[in-house]
Structure formats: structure tokens, C-alpha cells
């Protein structure tokens, strides 16, 4: 079956320091993976996608994830965090289940940015 | 344009209100989710509808019941709900199964709902 773990609930860090937040993925299939966001009080955004191609991939606002296979990761990171960056983060792989596409999410990460 | 919208924002009802959500997206997505998400939970699927037939029923109780009225619109109606239902209720939509591996789904701002 799969399944998705993010191994760290909540991730503490200050303004303009890096962080990565981890996702660690179980499947026997092909691997389509997924993080979101969500600020606070608001709905859930997408964020970036691995489907398939570079195994690096970046969003707009300076994130990127990178996929291994090997390690069955795909984990999250920012070079310099703002204050803004401040969110839930869920880790998600699609899952193609009775016909029909379904999200396995991660139980989140509270990524806290202090001044 | 990847926006999914939800209505109303806020939802205060009573255990023996009768109440509607509504959701609805343009993008042509032939798929229609609705989410429950408890506070500091990831979400977790109630429906999904596939080109406005209902797909999967995650064995949610009767008193939730979804209605898919065209391609761009998903409603769920509730009845005689508990305290517990309270939560973030969210919507998503995305193409649809069978279009290869670029299926992805789109979330709304949801409804918060509170069952006094």
C-alpha cells in the first residue's frame, strides 16, 4: 500500500536561514508526488509536482523538491525562509485505486519562521 | 486560471439545520473531490464525482450528501449533524482519471463549519 511520512510535525527556523522538511514515500508502482501549502486559515495550494522528466523541481516562490528513487524521498527545501513562509506543508503521491486517482497526504509540518 | 471557489466562507448551523456547500470551478476539470480537514490534520477524502457521477463514497454517513448539478458544480448538503463535523470542509477538482500522469488536483479556500 501506499503511504507517506513526514518525519518532523514541526520544523522552527529563523528568517533568511535554510530549511528542509522531509517526505519519505512507500509505493510499488509509479510515483507521482506532491507538496502543499497551507496558510493559516485558508485552503490547501499547490506548491510543486513531480510526475515525471527532471527529477529536481522548483516552485515560483524559491522552493524546490527533489525526487529519489533510491531513497524514496522527496523532500522539501528553501535556501533562505522569509517570515511569510510561515505554514502547514503536506507531502502527498497520488494513488491510482479503483479506477480512479486518489491523494495519500502526509500528517503535515508546521514550518514555523521567527524573526 | 487554476481557481476553485467555495461558498460560504463561514457556517454556523444547528444539529437540526438543513445547510448547503457549494464549490465550484471553470477549468473544465471533470473530477470534483470534497475533503474533511480537522485542525492540525491533513485532509482526509469524503466523495469524488467523475464527469458528474459519483465515483467514491468513503463510507461517510448519510447526513453529508453530495450532489454534482453540471461539470463546474459540486454541492454538498447537510442534515442533522453533530459536533464533530465541524471542520474545514474543502473542495478540489481536477482533469480526471485516464489523462495520463498529468492529473492534479486543485483545492478551494474551503468552508469552516461549526455544528453547535
Known amino acids: 500500500a501506499q503511504s507517506v511520512t513526514q518525519l518532523d510535525s514541526q520544523v522552527p527556523v529563523f528568517e533568511e536561514a535554510p530549511v528542509e522538511l522531509r517526505c519519505n514515500y512507500s509505493?510499488?508502482?509509479?510515483?507521482?508526488l506532491f507538496w502543499y501549502v497551507q496558510y493559516p486559515n485558508q485552503g490547501l495550494q499547490l506548491l510543486l509536482k513531480y510526475l515525471s522528466g527532471s527529477t529536481l523541481v522548483e516552485s515560483i516562490n524559491g522552493f524546490e523538491a527533489e525526487f529519489n528513487k533510491s531513497q524514496t524521498s522527496f523532500h522539501l527545501r528553501k535556501p533562505s525562509v522569509h517570515i511569510s513562509d510561515t505554514a502547514e506543508y503536506f507531502c502527498?503521491?497520488?494513488?491510482?485505486?479503483?479506477?480512479?486517482?486518489?491523494?495519500?497526504f502526509g500528517a503535515g509540518t508546521r514550518l514555523a519562521v521567527h524573526p | 486560471d487554476t481557481e476553485v471557489t467555495q461558498t460560504p466562507k463561514h457556517l454556523v448551523m444547528g444539529m437540526t439545520n438543513k445547510k448547503s456547500l457549494k464549490c465550484e470551478q471553470h477549468?473544465?476539470?471533470?473530477?470534483m473531490y470534497w475533503y474533511k480537514q480537522k485542525a492540525k490534520k491533513p485532509p482526509e477524502l469524503m466523495f469524488v464525482?467523475?464527469?458528474?457521477?459519483?465515483?467514491i463514497n468513503e463510507s461517510v454517513p448519510s447526513r453529508f450528501s453530495p450532489e454534482c448539478p453540471n461539470s463546474s458544480l459540486l454541492n454538498l448538503h447537510l442534515h442533522a449533524l453533530q459536533p464533530e463535523d465541524s471542520a474545514l470542509y474543502l473542495c478540489a477538482s481536477s482533469q480526471g482519471s485516464g489523462v495520463g500522469n498529468t492529473d492534479t488536483q486543485y483545492f478551494g479556500p474551503g468552508t469552516r463549519l461549526t455544528v453547535l
Open positions: 477549468m473544465g476539470h471533470r473530477a
Open positions: 502527498a503521491v497520488r494513488l491510482f485505486s479503483g479506477g480512479y486517482n486518489k491523494l495519500i
Open positions: 509505493s510499488s508502482v509509479s510515483v507521482y
Open positions: 464525482y467523475s464527469y458528474e457521477k459519483l465515483s
